[in-house]
Every structure is written in C-alpha cells, then in structure tokens.
C-alpha cells in the first residue's frame, strides 16, 4: 500500500487557500515528483501533499471535516465543521458511477478536498 498524492488540480487549490506545509512531492509542470524526505515548502513550486495529510489541514486550519463513507453504490463524502459537526454539504448523487457515488475511496476523497476547497 502506498499513499495517495493529491491531484495537480488538487495541489493549485491547496496553494491558492494557503498552505504551506513541509511535503514528500511536489508538481512541476504537469509532473509529480516524490522524495525520500521531507522538502521545505517555501522551496517547492507547487507542493503535493498525502491526501490525508491536506484532508488533517483542512480541519486543522479550516475547520472543515471530510468524513468519507460507503454504500451499495460506491462511496460519498459529507462535509461538516470540524469543531461541532454542523453539516456543509455531501455528494448525494454526484458521483461518477452508476450509483451516483465513486468507485473508490481516493476518488472521493480527491473529489470532496475540491469541494471542500471551494468553501474557503
């Protein structure tokens, strides 16, 4: 198993509201780059977080919860406040399969940091 990195689409966003943490990848260009160790931020271009780790800063520094769930048609996300659970907006029928939802988890989770992004 390995970890997800956000899409470059994904990264753009993440800058753009601002953050600024250390990661293990970055995008030049079009391309993702991965290391072995942690690069400072403010060296990087465009850097390119773990899914989770830009999921934990959305509710670290937003306050914004991503809670990934499934069902018989794939998966969804709901979006809530992370402080009290006050709910944002959720995928009902959105999805990209069949169902409505996605086929898999990183698919969704790579769809509801969009949205999520779009709040702020």
């Known amino acids: 198993m390995t970890e997800t990195f956000v899409t470059l689409e994904t990264a753009k966003m993440l800058k753009e509201k601002g953050f600024m943490e250390d990661c293990m990848a970055f ?48 998966y969804g996300y709901e979006i809530s406040k992370a402080d009290n659970g006050t709910h ?7 999805g990209t399969n069949d169902g409505g939802e996605w086929d898999t988890y990183e698919e969704v989770l790579e769809t509801g940091l969009q949205e999520a992004l779009k709040l702020i």
Do not use: D, M
């Not at 991965?34 to 306050?63: D, H």
């Open 27 to 74: 995008y030049t260009k079009n391309v993702l780059f991965k290391c072995n160790a942690y690069i400072n931020t403010n060296v990087l271009k465009l850097p390119a977080p773990t899914q989770s780790i830009a999921q934990k800063w959305l509710r670290e520094t937003k306050n914004i919860h991503i809670c990934v769930y499934n069902c018989a048609c794939g």
């Open 88 to 94: 944002i907006t959720s995928s009902v029928y959105e």
